[in-house]
């Protein structure tokens, strides 16, 4: 049995090229947005194989993991080896899911590190999760506190886990005051203590009662390192695009060396894209947005990122920022962090990873850093 549901093939496979950074859109929604962009790459005509396969056009995957729907496009010389890349992929995703960053499966790390809050002995960390986690704390500090993964009591609080774009979310009500301060009283990374043993090596995580971990800003970034890994392990597969959701790696030059064009979705209409970035190579790209997953009551919109001071989704004068750096994992921490900082603060904070942000202002301005100026063309039509 087929482990994915194989995306048709068209004329227009350009599409995976121009992905769009859109939480939970479909395949479909995602190269519908791209293609009404203006300069779309357009492939060379190709031949068919004995298969009917466009010799030069990537293989297309979409299978659903982490909470969102999973793209792959591969070029690889055949079916067979894109068919086997693909499934390690889906694979890698389930397990860091299962095996490490889930806080609501008890097979998970997280999920057992949360358990030892208040413990004395603290919880000794797998090589990975101490680097990640002591990752998270350096940009916690960095971003002013804005970034923070001790929110899980606020997080569980708003049930975010059952919210998805656009979706009515049944018998919504905002939690109280008391609820909040309740919850905020445990949050703060400034409780977490990450104990280092020996001069090398895995550290020990110290988290005081009631203190739980939310990895949720920085899941995708961590998924978007361990696919780089395995598609350097596989040196047949000569290039990608994989999205999950608000995040996506490219990797590698197609055959016909033309760039990677990969749209950015549009906070006003998720149909729609606000530009495009053209990139060669390697590259991480992760957007954090209020479109993303939220619910709409009363006219308030409460969407996913909490603002680590109130507890409550941020108040932000921005709809989206997109963040663009070789390295996946503080390319998703910083998109979260930089939605609740702004243009100002939070382009400073990008300097100092090396990063490039763009932002996408309530108000419909843009705010491009310096560098990300060479990647990024607006989309002159856009809605
Ligand atoms: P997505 O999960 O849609 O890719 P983000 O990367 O922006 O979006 O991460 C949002 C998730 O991160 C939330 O669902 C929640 O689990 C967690 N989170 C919310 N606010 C914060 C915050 N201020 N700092 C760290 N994590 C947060
Ligand atoms: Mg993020």
């Not at 055949?78 to 499934?87: G, I, L, M, S, V």
């Not at 606000?274 to 992760?286: A, D, K, V, Y």
């Not at 941020?314 to 920022?321: I, K, P, Q, Y």
């Amino acid at each position: 049995m087929k482990l994915f549901l194989k995306t048709v093939k068209t004329a227009v496979s350009c599409a995976i090229a121009t992905a769009l950074l859109c939480c939970g859109c479909g395949a479909a929604g995602a190269w519908r947005g791209a293609e009404e962009n203006p300069g779309t790459a357009q492939r060379d005509g190709g031949h068919a194989d004995s298969a009917g396969h466009t010799v030069g056009e990537p293989w297309q995957y979409a299978d659903t993991a982490m909470g969102t729907v999973v793209q792959q496009t591969i070029y690889t010389k055949d079916e067979e080896k894109a068919e086997d890349f693909a499934e390690q992929a889906m694979e890698v995703l389930r397990r860091l899911e299962r095996e490490q960053i889930s806080w609501r499966l008890d097979t998970s790390e997280v999920y057992r590190a949360n358990t030892y809050a208040g413990s004395e002995d603290g919880f000794l960390l797998s090589e990975e999760l101490s680097v990640l986690l002591e990752s998270c704390q350096l940009l916690w500090e960095r971003s002013d506190g804005a970034f923070d993964v001790t929110l899980g009591a606020a997080i569980r609080l708003w049930n975010i886990d059952k919210w998805a774009a656009g979706e009515a979310v049944e018998d919504f009500l905002p939690p109280s005051e008391e609820e909040l301060a309740r919850a905020l009283a445990t949050c703060g990374s400034q409780r977490m203590r990450l104990v280092r043993e020996a001069s090398a090596g895995p550290l020990r995580l110290f988290l005081p009662k009631g203190t739980q971990l939310d990895l949720g800003a920085v899941g995708k970034g961590l998924a978007m390192e361990n696919l780089n890994r395995l598609l350097i392990q596989h040196p047949d597969v000569t290039a990608a695009v994989i999205s999950l959701g608000g995040s996506i790696l490219t990797y590698g030059s197609k055959p016909d060396d033309s760039p990677w064009r990969v749209g950015i979705v549009n906070p006003f209409d998720t149909s729609d894209s606000i530009g495009i970035l053209t990139l060669e190579g390697q590259w991480c790209i992760s957007t954090s947005g209020d479109y993303e997953r939220y619910v709409d009551l009363d006219g308030v919109r409460y969407h996913h990122i909490l603002d680590p001071k109130t507890g409550a989704p941020a108040v932000s004068e921005v709809r989206g920022v997109t963040i663009l750096m070789k390295d996946g994992l503080l390319d998703d921490g910083l998109s979260t962090a930089c939605f609740i900082l702004g243009p100002e603060k939070g382009m400073a904070l990008t300097e100092q990873y090396g990063a490039e942000a763009l932002f996408v202002m309530a108000d419909g301005r843009l705010e491009l850093s310096e560098g990300m100026k060479q990647y990024f063309t607006e989309n002159q039509n856009r809605k």
